[in-house]
């Protein structure tokens, strides 16, 4: 059952990567307006589940927008904090000790916007990464230590949307899936699982016009991107 609704959020974020053929009149004439190459910046935290428990995990990325259809770019990620280990501790650590699972990585990726309006946001991001997973040992008397470092490669496949509710404000949502690649069964069965973040976004370009040109703070008029 697992690996069937596997299959199918893949093949189903995978195909949503194809460009849609039409467009609403809104969404063609403001992309066309834009520049033909921007800098993206974005705080991607997200949640996930990892060996069974809701974790948090940060993540930086950089990336280039192309024509307000296209972006591409990098990204960095860690857990917000160790996951406690479902596994028993070595017999050689003393008694007491604490084992927490520890997991970063980085990641390229690529998205693809079908729909841009002054209002609407919906993309496909698709990234490819590697990264390190370990387990940290916290003894009685504070001393740490680590197990073998695993090299762990994964994609993960995404849908996300957000809708601005201001020139300056929006909300966000995204879910997908996490897929490691060419791991032991062991971690393949830890750290594959579901993605998903609800964000609220700040547009400073759009806020900074909104200051420069006293609009009202909360007014429906002047929706552009930049």
């Known amino acids: 059952m697992k690996h069937a609704l596997k ?8 195909a949503g990567a194809l460009p849609l053929a039409a ?29 069974g428990k809701l974790v948090g995990i940060n993540g930086l990325k950089l990336a280039v927008e192309w024509r307000g259809r296209l972006r591409a770019g990098a990204g960095g990620y860690l857990l917000s904090n160790g996951i406690p280990s479902q596994e028993e501790v070595p017999a050689h650590y003393p008694s007491g000790t604490r084992s927490e699972l520890r997991f970063r990585y980085v990641a390229a990726y690529a998205e693809y916007l079908f729909i841009r309006s002054n209002r609407w946001e919906l993309s496909a991001p698709l990234q490819l990464g590697v990264g390190r997973f370990f387990t940290n ?6 001393a740490q230590s680590k197990d ?14 957000h809708f601005r509710v201001f020139p300056w404000f929006g909300i ?12 032991e069964r062991n971690l393949d069965e830890t750290l594959d699982g579901p993605i998903f973040y609800g964000r609220v976004k ?11 040109f006293r609009r009202k703070l909360f007014s429906q008029q002047h929706f552009r991107y930049q």
Not at 27 to 51: E, G, L, P
């Open 202 to 212: 700040l547009f400073l370009g759009d806020l900074y016009k909104t200051a420069r």
């Open 137 to 142: 040992f916290t003894e009685p008397g504070g």
């Open 7 to 14: 299959s199918w959020l893949l093949l189903g974020a995978l």
């Open 23 to 51: 467009q609403d009149a809104d969404s063609t004439s403001s992309i066309k307006k834009q520049a033909h190459r921007r800098i993206v910046f974005q705080f991607d935290n997200r949640y996930s589940i990892i060996d």
């Open 148 to 161: 073998a470092k695993s090299t762990v490669w994964l994609m993960e496949p995404s849908v996300s949307s």
């Open 172 to 183: 966000g949502v995204g879910a997908g899936w996490r897929e490691t690649l060419f791991v």
